[in-house]
């Protein structure tokens, strides 16, 4: 098993700023990925960033392509979603994904199989 914790979520002006955090403890493993994706009010939940906890590489949408960076700390299993610019269509339910090895297949959301329990992130106009 393993355990997601989000955090950093809250209200922010549009061109704001956030970072969220998501913390992993359990059974993790090297080769995992980890997924953020989002989920606004009335709409199917949207990839939005992943990164190879081995590699550090990334994979973006192109609608957070040059606004968003997914960064690690292997040392304390925390992934970071810095969040940059953000836009009113940014708001949304943000959720930390692991369980799958990094793959092509990173930005499916049925490939994971353990997820946080959400942060929200509101963004005004």
């Known amino acids: 098993q393993v355990q997601l914790v989000e955090s950093g979520g809250r209200l922010v002006q549009a061109g704001g700023s956030l970072r969220l955090s998501c913390a992993a403890s359990?059974?993790?493993?090297?080769?995992?990925?980890m997924g953020w994706f989002r989920q606004a009010p009335g709409k199917e939940r949207e990839f939005v960033a992943a990164?190879?906890?081995?590699?550090?590489?990334?994979y973006y949408a192109d609608s957070v392509k040059g606004r968003f960076t997914l960064s690690r700390d292997n040392a304390k299993n925390t992934a970071y979603l810095q969040m940059n610019n953000l836009k009113p269509e940014d708001t949304a339910v943000y959720y930390c994904?692991?369980?799958?090895?990094?793959?092509?297949?990173?930005?499916?959301?049925?490939?994971?199989?353990?997820w946080g329990q959400g942060t929200q992130v509101t963004v005004s106009s």
């Open positions: 994904s692991t369980g799958v090895d990094f793959g092509p297949w990173a930005d499916d959301d049925k490939m994971y199989p353990y």
């Open positions: 359990g059974r993790t493993f090297s080769t995992y990925a």
């Open positions: 990164i190879s906890w081995s590699s550090g590489s990334t």
